[in-house]
């Protein structure tokens, strides 16, 4: 193989990848919290939980340095029937429970962001609502999968595969709330 001429531009490092997913927006600052604690399944079930802590709880920490977070991944066998939770605890003394059983990473994150993340929060997401953006990164992944698993419960099992994906490309196109500023004037 012959050598290149020039100079060699190297890939970026994984701790510039690892800093530009911290540094993502929207940053996940929450505001009046004393500590959060996760309680979820080591493996095998609690998935929208365990991606949680491995996407979004990482720029929760990176966002809020003084901010106590414990995560408890507890060994739970297919018998057992228990719901992983969220309890967050503010500086007031009171506390909240987020139910995280069968919810996406995202749904998980936008709760807790709107229990704790105040006027910086709600302006951020009125902002990227009203620029039909999602309000997390990966939100769209979840809208697409409750799109498919909304039309496999409404179609028939006889649809063919080429039907299905053409349906789903059709219902992603149509718009899930109505434009709004220039979006609502252009075609």
């Known amino acids: 193989m012959p050598r290149r001429r020039g100079k060699f ?80 605890e503010f500086e007031d003394g009171r506390t909240s429970t987020l139910d995280m059983s069968n919810k996406w990473s995202t749904t998980i994150a936008k709760e807790l962001m709107n229990l704790a993340g105040g006027d910086p929060w709600e302006a951020y997401k009125s902002a990227a609502l009203a620029a039909g953006h999602p309000i997390l990164p990966g939100e769209e992944k979840e809208r697409l999968a409750e799109i498919t698993k909304r039309h496999k419960a409404n179609t028939a099992k006889s649809a063919s595969p080429q039907e299905l994906e053409e349906q789903v490309r059709e219902m992603l196109s149509s718009p899930s709330r109505p434009k709004m500023g220039a979006a609502a004037i252009l075609p």
Request: hydrophobic share 40%.
């Open 9 to 88: 531009i190297p890939p970026p490092s994984h701790l510039s990848r690892v800093l530009a997913h911290l540094n993502a927006g929207p940053r996940l600052a929450l505001n009046g919290l004393r500590r959060i604690s996760l309680t979820l399944a080591a493996r095998n079930d609690h998935m929208g939980a365990r991606h949680f802590v491995n996407e979004e709880l990482p720029r929760i920490r990176w966002a809020n340095p003084l901010l106590e977070i414990a995560v408890h991944k507890v060994p739970k066998t297919r018998e057992e029937s228990w719901a992983p939770q969220a309890t967050v």
